[in-house]
């Protein structure tokens, strides 16, 4: 599967058909960037190998990321064009990709934004004192802490993003928050009264293990659309788009 945002909601494609699209506007700004904006041939392509590299972020697969990420740059070497890009061009895409997001957070979940609203109405469900300390584990760009900014605007907002990249640019986009470096796994979680996770679901086991661990009573575990299977969940907030927020208070309570 694939997901794409559309309006707020997730669209969700059949495979191979994401890569085919992916490849195919790929090939198109490299087109359009060579021919109409008159870039060089490397500066076109790596513009459209850095689109391909976003996009295939969005594969719910290690190697289905690599396959949208690569079709452009390989269908670009049997063109024939490949004679007039320097071969140093071509370690430039795969260089960005492991610099963006390396290869030791992939176990993890690729870089799934957090749609718009999708946490509208969370303060009414789960009511924060001013000064809550909320922490999003796996930052990325930062679209979770602007909907919690929103949400909790009086609370103290801490993001953590293990891409250096990534981290730089989600802390520019949040001034609000305190946005870091580091792996979500080794962090502490126990000084936290809501810990905002979007993962996958075979790493739930592992967030809920990690929470059961460290979170104090009365704190909170907000899962975007993947719930903890062995924990009956405290509430749930249904999102515009059909999605679902699980959220579990400590003590976590087994189904």
Do not use: N
């Not at 904006?37 to 969005?58: C, D, H, P």
């Amino acid at each position: 599967m694939f997901r794409l945002p559309a309006g707020g909601a997730a669209l969700r494609m059949p495979w191979p058909l994401p890569a085919l699209l992916v490849w195919g506007a790929s090939w198109v700004i490299f087109i359009v960037a060579s021919r109409w904006l008159k870039m060089s041939l490397v500066e076109a392509a790596l513009l459209a190998a850095g689109i391909a590299i976003t996009f295939s972020f969005r594969g719910d697969t290690r190697w289905r990321r690599i396959f949208i990420a690569w079709g452009f740059p390989l269908s670009l070497g049997a063109s024939g064009l490949i004679g007039e890009v320097p071969a140093w061009a071509w370690l430039l895409p795969l260089a960005l990709l492991a610099v963006t997001y390396p290869v030791r957070t992939w176990r993890d979940a690729p870089l799934f934004p957090t749609p718009g609203d999708a946490l509208k109405g969370l303060a009414g469900v789960v009511r924060l004192k001013p000064g809550a300390r909320i922490f999003d584990a796996g930052c990325g760009l930062g679209q979770a802490l602007h909907e919690l900014h929103r949400e909790y605007p009086a609370s103290d907002l801490c993001g953590l993003e293990w891409s250096w990249p990534l981290r730089l640019a989600c802390a520019w986009r949040t001034p609000f928050a305190t946005v870091r470096r580091g792996d979500i796994w080794v962090a502490d979680w126990s000084g936290y009264d809501m810990v905002y996770v979007f993962q996958r679901p075979d790493s739930m086991s592992r967030v809920a293990a990690k929470a059961g661990r460290e979170l104090r009573r009365d704190a909170w575990l907000a899962s975007l659309e993947f719930d903890v299977p062995e924990w009956a969940a405290t509430r749930v907030l249904a999102c515009a788009d059909g999605r679902r927020v699980w959220l579990y208070q400590a003590p976590f309570k087994a189904r």
